[in-house]
T-cell receptor
Framework: GAGVSQSPRYKVAKRGQDVALRCDPI?????LFWYQQALGQGPEFLTY????????KSGLPSDRFFAERPEGSVSTLKIQRTQQEDSAVYLC????????????FGSGTQLSVL | AQKITQTQPGMFVQEKEAVTLDCTYD???????LFWYKQPSSGEMIFLIY??????QNATEGRYSLNFQKARKSANLVISASQLGDSAMYFC????????????FGTGTQLKVEL
């Protein structure tokens, strides 16, 4: 695709609901990242995939957060039993290789937990 | 651990003037990269410029230049001839070799360009 696509753009969830956020990276990009951005803050790293392998999940805040990229392209970030503190913008980014190159970001999914 | 510090929560600049956005970093890794991203109100993070730790010259990309002072661990962004469309949030970020080269971001600087 032309850029990184994320859906939905906005998601409102009731506390306790499960949500799934989708990321379509740029075609052929090996590396995929998820970031969480709280209001007024910089993005915080959640997890990293190289192809289908999840090589780093050190930023996932709890075991309620789960990410997958089964075929090495589309990725899904799942949050179980959402809580108010999960409210944030979730950004997906991809990169062609695995070395020090720029990341291409999507527009994010704004999650509001009521 | 890596850390990025941006000490200017907000900056104002007049149209056509130059502005410098400050960024300092901390890492013990000798190989790293420094990035600047722009985030307009639409939310997308737009890549502006990159500087590698071993690069001898300061990076430039059009109206953007990066004032890299390795000994001071600073990587300030200079925007020349500011335009109204430059109004946005600006983030400095760093990656280190290994671990997927994930980016660590600062807290950002909100830039407002005025007529």
């Amino acid at each position: 695709g032309a850029g990184v696509s994320q859906s939905p753009r906005y998601k409102v969830a009731k506390r306790g609901q499960d949500v799934a956020l989708r990321c379509d990276p740029i075609s052929g990009h090996v590396s995929l990242f998820w970031y969480q951005q709280a209001l007024g803050q910089g993005p915080e790293f959640l997890t990293y995939f190289q192809n289908e392998a999840q090589l780093d999940k050190s930023g996932l805040p709890s075991d309620r957060f789960f990410a997958e990229r089964p075929e090495g392209s589309v990725s899904t970030l799942k949050i179980q039993r959402t809580q108010q503190e999960d409210s944030a913008v979730y950004l997906c980014a991809s990169r062609q290789g695995s070395t020090n190159e720029k990341l291409f970001f999507g527009s994010g999914t704004q999650l509001s937990v009521l | 651990a890596q850390k990025i510090t941006q000490t200017q929560p907000g900056m104002f600049v007049q149209e056509k003037e130059a502005v410098t956005l400050d960024c300092t970093y901390d890492t013990s890794d000798p190989s790293y990269g420094l990035f600047w991203y722009k985030q307009p109100s639409s939310g997308e993070m737009i890549f502006l410029i990159y500087q590698g730790s071993y690069d001898q010259q300061n990076a430039t990309e059009g109206r953007y230049s990066l004032n890299f002072q390795k000994a001071r661990k600073s990587a300030n962004l200079v925007i020349s001839a500011s335009q109204l469309g430059d109004s946005a949030m600006y983030f400095c970020a760093m990656s280190v070799t290994g671990g997927g080269n994930k980016l660590t971001f600062g807290t950002g600087t909100q830039l407002k360009v005025e007529l």
